[in-house]
Nanobody, 121 residues
């Protein structure tokens, strides 16, 4: 069973930056696709970014967020720049066996517990 643990959330002012990290452990093999989702209060969970051999971003974060992966360390990162109040949410690490496009479409096999990101205006 794969476990995902996020870190790096916090409080930041508008225009600031944060870097989220997700560590994967457990299981014999690692899912090929990893990514990030977020859920704001009163809203549904939404896709943010995914990475394997390809990379996808939600339109709302393109040009501001960058996803990367360290295969040796079993970690995936989300560098978030030019943060806006509307980026405030709980950010969840996700992993899937079927690739980035299906992960983007919500077919997630493993979820992390989430980390809070709050952007103040």
């Amino acid at each position: 069973q794969v476990q995902l643990v996020e870190s790096g959330g916090g409080l930041v002012q508008t225009g600031g930056s944060l870097r989220l990290s997700c560590a994967a452990s457990g299981g014999t093999f690692r899912p090929p696709a990893m990514g990030w989702f977020r859920q704001a209060p009163g809203k549904e969970r939404e896709f943010v970014a995914a990475i394997s051999s390809s990379i996808y971003y939600a339109d709302s974060v393109k040009g501001r967020f960058t996803i990367s992966r360290d295969m040796a360390k079993n970690r995936v990162y989300l560098q978030m720049n030019s943060l806006k109040p509307e980026d405030t949410a709980v950010y969840y690490c996700a992993a899937g066996w079927l690739g980035t496009s299906t992960l983007r479409d919500g077919l997630v096999d493993y979820w992390g517990q989430g980390t809070q990101v709050t952007v103040s205006s």
